[in-house]
Nanobody, 124 residues
């Protein structure tokens, strides 16, 4: 029902900032809760942040709390992840995902649609 395309990844020094975006196709974007996940080489995909359909509720992994901010602009069919104070351990492929529910959840299996991912590399 929805297609997702991430962008904005790149190389940044530790302590720097980066914003990744996820553009959704279709006209049903506002019906989906959205999440960001990341996966480093040899590691399992892990939850980063999630946001409700209206943007009124958010949730963050403890590892990024206070540094990352998830937001959405339903008029633009886009969800964002602002990443500040980046650390080398934040290096991963970042994926956005959509869930056809009002609930904000933190497990990858709960999400219905996934983007292709965008690489974020943080140098020490």
């Amino acid at each position: 029902q929805v297609q997702l395309v991430e962008s904005g990844g790149g190389l940044v020094q530790a302590g720097g900032s980066l914003r990744v975006s996820c553009a959704a196709s279709g006209r049903t974007f506002s019906n989906y809760a959205m999440g960001w996940f990341r996966q480093a080489p040899g590691k399992e995909r892990e939850f980063v942040a999630a946001i409700s359909r209206s943007g009124g509720s958010t949730n963050y992994a403890d590892s990024v709390k206070g540094r990352f901010t998830i937001s959405r602009d339903n008029a633009k069919n886009t969800v964002y992840l602002q990443m500040n104070s980046l650390k080398p351990e934040d290096t991963a492929v970042y994926y956005c995902a959509a869930r056809s529910s009002a609930r904000v959840v933190v497990t990858p299996v709960a999400y219905d649609y996934w983007g292709q991912g965008t690489q974020v590399t943080v140098s020490s």
